[in-house]
C-alpha cells in the first residue's frame, strides 16, 4: 500500500475538475441568474430561489474574483465569444471552492447584458497537504493493479491524515493523483465502475493522457475528454504543490458531461429553431439601443430593402438616413416620445430601398425599460406597401363613388338588415327635407318617420315596403305621390356582398316635371286626335250643310229657267225658296268667316249703348213667323235695361240661341227666354223642352267645331260653331255664357252681360211699346 508523508499544512490543490453536469444561465446588468441545475444547486447548497435574486452574484462569487467574472460576462455577451475563468465561490455551508467555469453566450447584447449559459467544468475545494509520498517505493506500470486499490497515509498525526482524506474524499466524481513518473498514487473511489474510470481515461488514449499529467506536472492546468461505456468524460488535470509550491503530483478528476452535450445539442436545436422562425417571419425582426442603432436585424431586411445586414448595424444612423424625407422629422419624433413613455406603439412609414424605391412599413414596436427608462427598442417591420397602395386606390374608388353618389338627379340610401344607414348622398336629404344631425344619426327607423306623413298614399307604401324587408332578394319600383303634389319614383334592390345580402339600397326619382310633361303630352295628343276627329266631322257637317241648300237652290232655279224659256209666268214662290237657300248658304259662310276672325283676334266690335230689351224684342218679332209648332214666350224686364255693345254682334248671339232652341226641340214645345238685371248686370237665358245635352258633353259645348253625340247631322244641321262664336263675342263684350241641361228635358243657355251704370232709356215707339210686359205668348 502506498504511504505518503504530509506535514501539519496543506499543500494547494488548484485547476480540479468539476462533477456532472453543472449548468446555470442569467443575464442582464448587473448579472443575475434565471436558472441552475440540480447536481449545481446540490453541490453548493443553495434553494433555486436564492439564485434567482438581484444580488446572488455578488454573495455567490469571492470579492477578490467577482470583477473578473462581471469582466468576462460583459465580454461574452457583447461579442458572443465563449471564455473561460477560475474564480472562488462560498458554499452555503462555508468555506471555499475553486471553480472553472465556461461562458457561452445564448443571446449576445452590444450593451453587455445578454443572455449566457455557464458550464461549471471544475469544483473542487481548496486543500494545503504539505508533500504527498508513496509508502511502498513501488512503480505503477503495466501489470500493475488500477490505482483504486493503492491507499493513502498521512506521515503526521492521526488528526492531520483525516483531515486530508476528508479533504480528498469530498472531491465530487472520480479522481486520482499521478507521480512524476506517471503512475497512479491514488483514486477515489476504490472500486465499482468509477473506480474504472481512473484506468478508463488512461486507457482510452494513453498518449493524451500521458501529455496532459505530464503537462500537469510542469505547473499548467490541462483537459481533455475521452468515451468509454457509451457516456463521454471530460478530464480537469492541474499540479499538486507543497508549502514551498514546489509540484509534489498531477491531481485529476473527471465529470461525466454526456449530459451536457445533450444539453448543447438541444441549445444549438432551440437557437437554429429560434433562428429559423425569425428568419422565416414576413418581415423585419430588430432591435436597437436608446440611439436608435441597431443592435439585431433579421435576415428579411436584406430581402425587404435590399441592404446588407452588415450595413444596418454598423451605421448609428441607419435608421434615420434612410427614412423617406416626408417622414424624417415626424417618425423619429413620434417613436422618441412613445419609447420615453416606455408604451408600445405602432405607426407606418416609408424608407428608400436599395434600389432607389420606396417601401411602405409598419412597425410594431416594444419599449424595454428599467426603473421608468427605456434602455432598448424591439419589434418588427411589416412590409405594407401593397395594402397602401391598395388602400389608396380604395379610397380613390370611394372617393369617385362618393362624387358619383353626390352628382346623381335621384336620392340614394343605403340601409342595413336591421335599418342602419350605412351610406347616402344630398339629394336624398334634399328631397326629404331632414335636417343634417338626423342624417349623421344614421338610424333608418327615425328617418322613415320623418318621410311617412309627406306621403299621400302611405298605406300602400308601407305594404310595399314590409313585403321588400321580408323578401331580401327581391327589387321593386313603386309611385310615391306626396302631400305637396310632387311625384317620386322609388326603387329598391338588394344590397350584396358577395353571395351574401346585406342590407338594401334604396333611390327616390323626382318625376313631377317628367309626370307633368308626360300628361301634357297625353293631353295635347288627345286634344290633336280630336282635333283631326273635328275637323274630319267638319269636313263631313260642312259638305253635307253646303250641299243641302244648294240642291234645292238648284231646282228651284231650273224652275225659273223653264218657265222664263216658255215665257209662262214665274211663281213667286219659287223665287222665295231659292232667296232662302242663298240666306242659309250665307249664313253658314259668315259662320266660318267669323270662326277664321276670332282665331285670328280680327273679329271688330262696334260700342254702342243698346237697349236689351228692345233688341230682345225684335229678334224674337223676326223668328216668330219661322216657328209654327213652336210657342216663344218672353219675359222683358219691367224697366229699359241699356248696355254697351255691338248691336248686331248680340243679335247674332240672341239669334243662334232661339235657333239652336227650335232645332233641337223637334217636337216643338215652348221657348221661353227671360231678360232681368241682377245688380251690375243683365241676365238673358233661353230655355227648351227640347232633347237635351249628356253632361259630359257640357264642357265640350262652346268649342269650335262640336257637335254632342245626341245629334246627329242627319237630324240636325249646322256646322258646330254657332256656340263658339256666341261664346267668344259674349266674353269679348265682358260678360260669360253656360248652359244647364238635362238629358230629354231641355237645355237654358244663359249669358250676362255687364250693364251701363247710368243708363239712358230713350223712349221710342217700339220701346214704348214694350215697356208692358207680355202676359201672353206671341203665336206666330
Known sequence: MAHIQRSAERPDVTNLASPSPLLWMGGGLPPQFRWASPSLIQALGYPLGAWKTQDFVS???????????????????????????????????????????????????PEGDGELIGTVSVLSPLLRPERLERTDGSEEGEGRPPAACVHLKLAESASAEADFRETLDGLPGPAWMVGEDLSMTWCRPTQGAEAMLCSAARAADPQGWASAHRRALTGEAVGFDFATCGNTYRCQVGPVRDTQGAIIAALGVATDVSDLDEVARELTRTQRLHEELIDAIDGIVWETDASFRFTFVSKQAERLLGYPIEK?????????????????????????????????????????????STVWLRDIVTVISENGVFRQLRGIMVDVTAQRQAREELEHSVSLLRATLDSTADGVIVLTQDWRVTAFNGRFQELWNIPQPLMEARDGKVLSAIMLPQIVNREHIQERTQLLLSTPEMEGMDVLELVDGRIIERYSRPQRLGDTIVGRVWSYRDVTAERRAQAESERLLREAREAVRVRDDFLSIASHELKTPLTPLKLHLQVLKRHQASE?????????????????????????????????????????????????????????TDSPHHTLVYEEPSKPLVIQGDRSRLAQVLVNLLENALKYSPTGGTIRVHVEREGEQAHVSVADSGIGIPPDQKALLFERFFRARNAPISGFGGLGLGLYICRDIVERHGGRIWVESEVGKGSTFHFTLPGLENEVAEASPADTEATQPETAPHPR
Open 59 to 109: 454573495q455567490l462569487v469571492h470579492p477578490d474574483d467577482l470583477g473578473r467574472l462581471l469582466e468576462a460576462w460583459s465580454t461574452v455577451s457583447r461579442t458572443g465569444e465563449s471564455q473561460t475563468l477560475e474564480l472562488r465561490a462560498v458554499p452555503a455551508k462555508g468555506g471555499l471552492v475553486r471553480l472553472a467555469v465556461e461562458l457561452n453566450a445564448v443571446e449576445p447584447s
Open 312 to 356: 444596418w448595424m454598423n451605421e448609428p444612423d441607419f435608421w434615420l438616413s434612410h427614412l423617406y424625407p416626408d417622414d424624417r422629422d415626424w417618425a423619429p419624433a413620434f417613436c422618441m416620445k412613445a419609447a420615453t413613455e416606455c408604451r408600445p406603439h405602432e405607426f407606418e412609414y416609408r424608407m428608400l430601398a436599395a434600389d432607389g
Open 568 to 624: 209662262q209666268p214665274i211663281p213667286g214662290q219659287h223665287t222665295e225658296k231659292a232667296l232662302a237657300q242663298v240666306a242659309r248658304l250665307s249664313g253658314l259662310i259668315n259662320d266660318l268667316l267669323d270662326t277664321s276672325r276670332i282665331q285670328a283676334g280680327r273679329l271688330e266690335l262696334r260700342q254702342e249703348p243698346v237697349s236689351l230689351r228692345e233688341l230682345t224684342h225684335e229678334v224674337l218679332t223676326d223668328l216668330r
